[in-house]
């Protein structure tokens, strides 16, 4: 099963950690947050990527064409032709990597059906390419195939950013500071979908794929929703940026699985 990440927005909410870099190569340690979501679909055995490129679409595609040197300790010695050794404690698992261009401005419905090409079987993987999670993805493909509908999502409790406050008759009873979840549920990304899901898309650029398209699939009750209780985190904004740092840094990022 292939694994669809979009990877070509602005990202303006966070050009003030780096107007340099496409917002899926903001680094979380040493590495782009795209290479953690990669890594953490290629725990569970999806190796097969296709990743919707548009802004700033060159530096994903030379982090690729050099993925050696970008991702490892290598001894060259100048003057001799090839000679380079990269040091690498294990090998990396063999993922396959297409790197498409879906337009500079075309919106998350546009660039997924321009990669309809890439899709030859009856189901993929799709996620965003800012996202940070724990989700069991055996068993979001498991759920998805029981329901047996278009588009499976994974519902997330988002992560609270304000104080909470419990009372009781004007009494503050309980107070957390910064709540990890809020009661209720988003959308987390982590799909899977039926490529019947493109039948809900066009070419237009202006499409919006979390709109139109997904009101369409709740109208035709072919829309389910994985729950996850779990860890989940986007990274749209500075403080976000440092706190997936922060717990990476420490060795307590629940996404790492390797």
Request: proline residues 4%; contains cysteine; glycine residues 10%.
């Amino acid at each position: 099963m292939k694994t669809v990440i979009l990877c070509g927005g602005y990202g303006t909410r966070i050009r003030d950690v780096s107007d340099k870099l496409p917002k899926p190569m903001i680094p979380v340690g040493r590495f782009p947050i795209l290479w953690h979501i990669m890594k953490y679909y290629a725990s569970f055995g999806h190796t097969d990527f296709v990743l919707c490129l548009g802004y700033k679409s060159h530096v994903i595609k030379d982090f690729f064409l050099n993925y050696d040197a970008h991702t490892k300790d290598f001894t060259i010695e100048l003057g001799r032709k090839g000679s380079i050794h990269f040091h690498a404690e294990q090998e990396d698992s063999p993922w396959r990597v297409t790197l498409a261009e879906t337009g500079l401005d075309a919106m998350t419905g546009a660039r997924i059906k321009a990669i309809e090409k890439y899709i030859d079987g009856d189901e993929f993987m799709l996620t965003y390419g800012d996202g940070l999670g724990d989700i069991d993805l055996d068993r979001l493909v498991s759920f998805h195939r029981q329901q047996d509908r278009v588009l499976t999502l994974t519902g997330v409790r988002p992560p609270g950013r304000f104080g909470e406050l419990v009372h009781a008759n004007g009494v503050i009873t309980e107070f957390n500071e910064k709540p990890q979840a809020t009661a209720g549920r988003i959308s987390g990304g982590f799909f899977v979908a039926n490529r019947k899901i493109f039948d809900y898309l066009d070419g237009d650029d202006s499409l919006v794929f979390e709109q139109q398209p997904m009101r369409q699939l709740v109208s035709d009750r072919q829309l389910m929703v994985y729950e996850h209780d779990g860890f989940w985190q986007p990274m749209d904004t500075h403080r976000e940026y440092q706190l997936l740092n922060s717990l990476y840094e420490k060795g307590k990022a629940p996404w790492v699985r390797w």
